[in-house]
């Protein structure tokens, strides 16, 4: 199966763009599952702060390491790193790196 590949400009307010690739397509993923994807931040790229409402969504760092917004507290993200937003909270994430931040991202309903 091969993954489509998304580019997102300003990501919930981030700086540059974002790529995704979404393992699974909206058909396939169920009531639960939102969102099931690979996310590359490139140097100088990032997320925005954002909070989740009705769901929640999980961070598994495969390579490379950023910045970590955890509810307004940031911390440094290494590979092999989880994190987890749950209902009502949020988050945001940069690449602090010269290499791609690339990680999994899991989004459930809750």
Not at 3 to 14: D, P, Q, S, T
Not at 47 to 74: A, K, P, Q, R, V
Request: hydrophobic content about 30%; aromatic content about 8%.
């Amino acid at each position: 199966m091969e993954m489509r590949r998304e580019r997102k400009e300003n990501m919930r307010g981030g700086d540059g763009h974002v790529l995704l690739d979404h393992i699974l397509e909206k058909e396939a993923l169920g009531e639960k599952c939102k969102m099931y994807a690979r996310v590359t931040l490139e140097k100088g790229c990032s997320i925005g702060y954002h909070e989740h409402c009705g769901e929640s969504e999980t961070y598994f760092i495969l390579s490379g390491h950023g910045f970590y917004n955890d509810d307004g507290t940031e911390q440094v993200v290494w590979s092999g790193d989880v994190t987890y937003t749950s209902d009502g909270h949020g988050h945001g994430i940069s690449n602090a790196g010269e290499e791609d931040l690339v990680f999994m991202a899991l989004i459930l309903a809750q």
